[in-house]
């Protein structure tokens, strides 16, 4: 298929009400990996659009974040509703959902380890900025957040600017797109799996590029689905081996149906 066609294609994405708020490289690369192995159009369009359900459309949709919005506006008005506020948006999204009455255990655990940051880099964000507010470190600090969603990474920089902080949420494809920036500590919650879905050896590549001291990983142990399909084991097979090429294993914890590494750059 020539470029010119494979252009047409994202564009045509691009232009669908499902992925019209999707950073347009990231269409762009998963189409090029996906021409190679379908030759046909209707089935190149129909492999693209499931890859990108399987890493976006299963997690986002555009009502969510216009109730993001609708919560912001409240917190606007008073922002005595800080963590109210908060914790109704964290229960928008199913990975933010689950988390929701570990968060203070869970910066506990890493920020006793790493110190308390002064910058933090959140890749593939998601909705997690929003729990900012079980932090517990001394603010403002520099959050540097990606997504590939340009209206979710809009409403966590009002709510960064609400709170504060530096305005450093970013559209950025965290696979295929440089990482400059440094955090003194990085988080990478759920994502793993799904680099490797789009592009085999993602994670190594991705944990290559940080700069960042320390990294914290994390896995579900259930699908969306709801089933426990021996995930954990799966999940250290793969993922262990890869950690240890470059960094120390600090601390595994498990916290509700999700596990959580502590990484230290070391070799
Ligand atoms: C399962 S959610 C996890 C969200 C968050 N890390 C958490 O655990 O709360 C995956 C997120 O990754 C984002 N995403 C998918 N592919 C991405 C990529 N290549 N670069 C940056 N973000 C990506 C999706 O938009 C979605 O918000």
């Not at 999707?22 to 190679?36: M, V, W």
């Not at 109210?84 to 968060?103: G, M, N, P, V």
Request: charged letters at 30%; glycine letters at 4%; aromatic letters at 12%.
């Amino acid at each position: 298929m020539s470029f010119k066609e494979l252009e047409e294609i994202v564009e045509d994405i691009l232009l669908s009400s499902k992925y019209k708020n999707i950073n347009k490289r990231t269409i762009s690369e998963i189409a090029k990996i996906e021409s190679c192995k379908y030759k046909g159009k209707k089935s190149l369009v129909k492999a693209i659009k499931n890859k990108l359900h399987q890493i976006y459309g299963a997690f986002l949709t555009e009502r969510d974040i216009e109730k993001i919005n609708r919560l912001l506006d409240v917190l606007e008005t008073d922002s005595r509703t800080l963590k109210e506020t908060s914790k109704k948006i964290l229960l928008l999204h199913c990975s933010t959902r689950e988390r929701i009455e570990s968060y203070e255990t869970l910066y506990r655990e890493i920020f006793s380890l790493t110190g308390s940051p002064k910058s933090i880099l959140d890749l593939a964000c998601g909705f997690n900025p929003y729990s900012i507010p079980w932090m517990d470190i001394c603010g403002p600090i520099e959050y540097y957040a990606y997504d590939i969603d340009s209206l979710l990474i809009e409403s966590i920089n009002r709510f960064l600017g609400m709170i504060n902080y530096p305005k450093l949420a970013i559209v950025k494809d965290i696979i295929f797109e440089d990482i400059e920036e440094y955090g003194d500590v990085c988080f990478i919650f759920k994502f793993l799996p799904t680099a490797e879905r789009v592009k085999k050896g993602a994670s190594i590549e991705l944990l290559e590029k940080i700069k960042s001291q320390f990294i914290i990983v994390s896995f579900p142990l259930k699908s969306i689905g709801g089933k426990r399909k021996g995930m954990l084991e799966n999940y250290s097979k793969i993922f262990e081996p890869v950690f240890t090429q470059r960094y120390i294993i600090m601390k595994r914890f498990i916290l509700e149906e999700e596990v959580f590494y502590i990484l230290r750059r070391g070799k």
